[in-house]
T-cell receptor, first 117, second 110 residues
């Protein structure tokens, strides 16, 4: 069984379109994250949710809107896609909340490669 | 913010120990050192973490200097499947964020 899964694995779309990436974890974790890895391979946190509540928002453009229908899911919706949004997006989860000052291992999904044409 | 410094790349012969260094000279007393790796086209994978004491698990050992300003990740018997980018991360509990640097690209060669 996959611990953290993402769909789709690949996403190719035109500029200006709206798209969503889905993430699910079956680990019973309370906290989920979205990271972006750009072409230079730098991995940066975008958002974090703890029990469906937003706790980290790293000055990401408001075209990006995470949605957490329940604590096992954290979806990423992107409006008006731009060329610079092309990247690999990783979802992750952990048992505890990093923003709460505790430490915990993060488990990452396989990534979604988004290409904006 | 405390930062980590790692060599950009390293080579290691298969079957030998791989020793990956990391400098974190501005680490504060309650900040942890984490190591993750990313095998090509996959999501990052947790390896090990520590605060002050040396740590060992089934994947690796973590040696932290007494002043905590540097650490070394040791893969005792590197295999070709250990070829990956290894990230040393200092956990900032004030900000609650794991910040990934550029990492060390480890190539294990036959």
């Amino acid at each position: 069984d996959t611990a953290v899964s993402q769909t789709p694995k690949y996403l190719v779309t035109q500029m200006g379109n709206d798209k969503s990436i889905k993430c699910e974890q079956n680990l019973g974790h309370d906290t989920m994250y979205w990271y972006k890895q750009d072409s230079k391979k730098f991995l940066k946190i975008m958002f974090s949710y703890n029990n469906k509540e937003l706790i980290i928002n790293e000055t990401v453009p408001n075209r990006f809107s995470p949605k957490s229908p329940d604590k096992a899911h954290l979806n990423l919706h992107i409006n008006s896609l731009e060329l610079g949004d092309s990247a690999v997006y990783f979802c992750a989860s952990s048992r505890l909340s990093l923003a709460g000052g505790s430490t915990d291992t993060q488990y990452f999904g396989p990534g979604t490669r988004l290409t904006v044409l | 913010d405390a930062k980590t410094t790692q060599p950009t790349s390293m080579d290691c012969a298969e079957g030998r120990a791989a020793n990956l260094p990391c400098n974190h000279s501005t680490i504060s007393g309650n900040e942890y050192v984490y190591w993750y790796r990313q095998i090509h086209s996959q999501g990052p994978q947790y390896i090990i973490h520590g605060l002050k004491n040396n740590e060992t698990n089934e994947m690796a050992s973590l040696i932290i200097t007494e002043d905590r300003k540097s650490s070394t990740l040791i893969l005792p018997h590197a295999t070709l499947r250990d070829t990956a980018v290894y990230y040393c991360i200092v956990f900032y509990n004030q900000g609650g964020k794991l910040i990934f640097g550029q990492g060390t690209e480890l190539s294990v060669k036959p």
